[in-house]
């Protein structure tokens, strides 16, 4: 089974400030997917990532993928209210089963 | 392009009770996934489908959750009977097919089993 490790699970962060969710996987993952949620709602896909050193960018964020490391990172930049919100990270075995973390909750403050 | 689609979105029922959750994925759409999604964790994959073939239901509890996907097109998961721990979201999603696996996700069905 794939573990998937996310911090923080909470974040809370001026608007204006960067900010880097980390997201651990535990053995080798063929792809590293990124998703938000909001509050009552379902999820949104962000970014697929498909191979060592890929580096997916949409506005304010930017997701990067290190497969050697077992890492990938969604760095927030010039944060703003809007992007309040759950944030995922999910990989996928060989099997293609996909297992998720257990979620970053960001609250981006006037 | 009509996302997908799930109903009931919201359903009550007491334990031992039994329900059904129905799903429509994306037109196309080969591949199918239920999730569970309990309060504050993330999704759980319960059970994937390739078109009406099962790929993968390692994590289903089968004594009380089964599922289906007829023709290869619409979903439909039942439990029987229900437990109170059993109250979560249930997600649908699917993908184009398994290759990049981006997922299209469903408004969701939020059981509470009382």
């Known amino acids: 089974e794939l573990k998937v490790e996310q911090n923080p699970l909470f974040l809370s962060m001026q608007e204006g400030k960067n900010y880097t969710i980390y997201c651990n996987y535990s053995t080798t993952s063929d792809r590293l997917y990124w998703y938000r949620q909001d509050p009552g709602k379902s999820l949104e896909s962000l970014f697929v990532?498909?191979?060592?050193?890929a580096v997916k960018q949409e506005g304010r964020l930017m997701a990067s993928l290190d497969t050697k490391a077992r890492l990938s990172t969604l760095h927030i930049t010039a944060a703003v209210h809007d992007l309040s919100a759950t944030y995922f990270c999910a990989g996928t075995n060989t099997g293609n089963q996909f297992y998720f973390g257990t979620g970053t909750s960001l609250t981006v403050i006037p | 392009e009509a996302g997908v689609a799930q109903s009931p979105r919201y359903k009550i029922i007491e334990k031992r009770q039994s329900v059904a959750f129905w799903c429509n994925p994306i037109?196309?759409?080969?591949?199918l996934y239920w999730y569970q999604q309990i309060l504050g964790q993330g999704p759980k994959l319960l059970i994937q489908?390739?078109?009406?073939?099962?790929?993968?239901d390692s994590q289903l509890p089968k004594d009380r959750f089964s599922a289906e996907r007829l023709k290869g097109v619409d979903s439909t998961l039942k439990i029987q009977p229900a437990k109170l721990e059993d109250s979560a979201v249930y997600l649908c999603a699917s993908s184009r097919d398994r290759g990049t696996g981006t997922q299209y996700f469903g408004p969701g069905t939020r059981l509470t089993v009382l």
């Open positions: 990532l498909l191979s060592n050193g």
């Open positions: 489908f390739q078109n009406n073939g099962v790929v993968d």
């Open positions: 037109s196309g759409h080969a591949t």
